[in-house]
């Protein structure tokens, strides 16, 4: 059995993902006891916990603590190893197109602006 970081794949765990599901586990947490105590009070205090999840976790993104699509070289597979790219973007990142970073392009993916011919 492997551990953690002993295998040939990249898990994925960042500050970033870590924050924000350490946040949506307290706020799942606030809304079930909502549910239990029958309480809109701690309906709306759980739903305010999963926005903050969400925030937190997008911030922590662009601020480096994330990761970006697609596997990471080895030495990058520790959670708190920065990611140093997140400053101009990922390429096809949603947060990062929210944030109005745009990474440049991969070659190979460029559409052509010339319109297809249809044979006659």
Do not use: N, Y
């Not at 990761?67 to 973007?89: C, E, I, M, N, Y």
């Not at 991969?106 to 006659?120: F, I, K």
């Amino acid at each position: 059995m492997f551990i953690h970081g002993d295998d040939d794949h990249d898990l994925g765990h960042t500050v970033a993902g870590w924050s924000g599901a350490g946040i949506a586990t307290l706020g799942f947490g606030l809304c079930g006891l909502a549910v239990v105590t029958a309480s809109g009070l701690l309906v709306l205090a759980g739903a305010a916990m999963l926005a903050l999840a969400l925030l937190a976790t997008w911030v922590l993104h662009l601020l480096g603590w994330g990761k970006p699509s697609g596997p990471r070289p080895a030495a990058q597979w520790g959670w708190r190893v920065r990611d140093l790219t997140a400053r101009d973007g990922h390429t096809e990142c949603l947060g990062c197109r929210l944030a109005g970073r745009q990474a440049p392009r991969r070659q190979g993916t460029e559409r052509s602006a010339e319109p297809a011919v249809a044979d006659a």
